[in-house]
């Protein structure tokens, strides 16, 4: 089989030698050589030893050559991609891509011209880096309805909250920190305010439900407004914090939202630290399970490009063109679940408040979420932390509607006992 | 697709239920509806509601009726089950089946039947149960040379270990217990004694490696002479007591072995708890990745049989009668690499020895270990425990061949000062 790398950057260059490294390994799986017979790049990438492939540094070119079975496209970005994308399906080539963006804003229209072309896209290394996850979804636990899923699946923003519970670091700290050890980007904003993670949530929802991809609909929040303290206190009550992507299924559509999570400590994936990446399946037969592993480096996503490449081997060995539907259904199987927004979910709440240590306040406050039909599971007033007369409170709640919490939320910032903006945070409890 | 199924007890009815509950969204997934159209069972299961569906206690009805496509096995044993599946394959037929003793101890003669038939046989759902590790290991990871593997698969013995861990029982208490639950069976043996852990850890060991079955040549150990000493000695030194299975390639050959071993309490798969399952792969690309889910239970399982039908639908759909090599590798391109006896491998050990609280005894402990070029990496008197003047003392070694570890201890156990057959538990680092 004969494939075009377009990109020779992390994850092209770790393809490039994985392809070359586990050569007979992969021959001996998939029963064909996966030969690289073009590289498009415009930098070349010291630790790639080209020798006689011809390398070009238009991506056009690779699309447009005939002998070329499959593109591999490491480009990133979401224009150039796209093209390129569009032109080599639409040249009756298979794509592989790690390209999570791509997908999650533009893979419709892709998809709709891979299936009028009846050829594979591929997309693996989008989502969690090396964990086969896609796979598990739309093959592994297709026997399913699938309730549920939840996701560690940004390395730096885990890096950052890992750092920031081990060692009662500031935000700004581990963040400087990260960017310094190169698990951050100069402009974090992609990584720590959740649109990373959206781009990937956005993909496995789309797997899990067989629902159209909806990135314009997901709710994002970062975590960049989360400080020692709520991670000291989520921790007193038995809970850390993790930036988490959560979709669900409701009666009436699809939860699609990345944001800071307390997560009960006893379930495996408040262990899950450091770069690392993990996604919770809960499917109505199995019940949960579990991947775990490094969601991104350049081996490790190329770990997951190759398997793709492989799948394509194997079922063109078979004689077949096409494999599992990119979404996991079939194309005229798809739900119209649309996802709904971030007002209509409900979920327990961590508030922390700053309050003068007064008599009545907690009277007071009590009452708000009464009146808001909010049922509280605990309250407290941290002694230990009074300053200059101001107490934080620390509550949490049961499960409330999200529009509930906003009202109640403005009454008590209307109190004026309360002397700062109310931190909020919401509780998974995945069960 | 129209399926036949063997077997209608906890896994049969569950899969039969599971291809009635999520018939549509089944059908959505691989575009055809996945039809039982004959069941063979000797008792009928109250759970499952047969409505027309004709039903034989004839198994073999079912391997020789035309109009089925897939057989699928769910009836155990090594006897009954061979003849059936081998008569399907015979016949045509593609295979499901959950017998992992039989895919371990019989594997070869069916996939070569199967290979010349042009027919599948899956057996996802023989190992860890809902997970999909199979296809982890076949599809997901098929980039990687696969380095080593390691898994909790078998959940009566981690239920146990946890249970003792968490309250300090001991193993005939605890097993007791089990046995009422309906965890463990009345003769515990292929549980604790790690013989269906090694069944699967067998078939996990040919997917991984591509190397032929090779269960008669698992070592295995039990978890039986596990004591709440070790299991709280373990955890003083940074460890938890598992019953992991462990299969890794060797220069010379593949580690294929059962027993119970210290993990470091840091590691993922050290916090896996009650019956749950759990595997952690080490790849050369991807790096270590965990799975984990229920091993057991009608639907988990049945979720696991259900893949596999999906499969084969979704292959047929495509025009083509097979798909994946049984092992992950191409039928001429299996590895020959032979299991090396547990004397060839090396691994640190943990030894509790029972001696007289004398001076001397310690120094005469080191120098036969040092004599055997054993290097230690702790040694401790357990003062707190000394009773009739006899004491504790535990080691912890660095790694050495379990060779000279048996001459070492034969040499410890006849010092005098030592007064009883010392207490051995491998250690696995996981790294």
């Not at 089989?1 to 030698?17: D, E, H, P, Q, R």
Request: hydrophobic content about 45%; aromatic content about 4%; some cysteine.
């Amino acid at each position: 089989m004969k494939i075009g790398l377009c990109g020779l950057g992390t994850v092209g260059g770790g393809t490039f030698n994985l392809l070359q490294k586990n050569k007979d390994e992969i021959a001996a799986r998939c029963g064909m050589v996966i030969d690289i017979v073009q590289v498009a790049t415009r930098d070349p990438n010291p630790a790639c030893e080209l020798g006689d492939i011809d390398c070009t540094d238009d991506a056009m070119k690779v699309a447009d050559d005939a002998s070329i079975d499959v593109l591999v496209e490491l480009i990133g970005g979401t224009g150039l991609a796209k093209e390129l994308i569009l032109r080599a399906i639409g040249n009756g080539k298979h794509v592989v891509t790690a390209n999570k963006a791509l997908i999650a804003e533009h893979g419709s229209e892709i998809f709709e011209l891979a299936k009028e072309k009846g050829v594979t896209v591929a997309f693996e290394a989008g989502v969690a880096g090396g964990i086969p996850v896609i796979k598990a979804l739309r093959e592994g636990l297709a026997a399913n309805n699938i309730n549920w899923l939840a996701g560690i699946i940004n390395g730096t923003g885990n890096f950052i909250l890992t750092e920031m519970r081990d060692k009662g670091r500031t935000f700004a700290d581990v963040l400087t920190e990260a960017q310094a050890l190169g698990y951050a980007e100069a402009d974090p904003t992609f990584d720590v305010e959740g649109i990373d993670a959206a781009h990937k949530l956005t993909i496995l929802a789309s797997v899990a439900f067989g629902i159209p991809l909806q990135f314009d609909r997901a709710y994002t929040e970062g975590i960049s407004e989360i400080s020692p303290q709520d991670v000291k206190y989520a921790e007193e009550f038995g809970y850390r914090i993790k930036h988490l992507g959560i979709t669900k299924r409701l009666p009436h559509g699809i939860e699609l939202r990345v944001h800071p999570a307390l997560i009960p400590d006893h379930h495996l994936i408040a262990k899950v630290d450091g770069v690392m990446n993990a996604v919770v399946i809960d499917g109505d037969a199995v019940g949960q399970t579990l991947y775990y592993g490094a969601g991104a480096g350049d081996m490790a996503t190329a770990s997951a490009v190759v398997a793709d490449l492989i799948d394509i081997a194997r079922a063109r060995n078979q004689g077949s063109n096409v494999g599992v539907p990119s979404l996991g259904h079939e194309d005229d199987q798809l739900n119209d679940y649309l996802v709904v927004s971030v007002d209509e979910i409900s979920c327990a709440f961590y508030l922390r408040l700053l309050v003068q240590d007064q008599p009545g306040v907690l009277a007071r406050i009590a009452t708000i979420l009464s009146d808001h039909a909010i049922n509280i599971e605990s309250i407290t007033q941290k002694e230990s932390d009074l300053v200059n007369g101001l107490i934080p409170m620390i509550l949490l709640t049961h499960e409330v509607p999200e529009k509930s919490m906003n009202h109640a939320i403005k009454a008590i910032e209307a109190l004026e006992e309360v002397v700062e903006p109310v931190r909020r945070i919401r509780v998974a409890d995945l069960r």
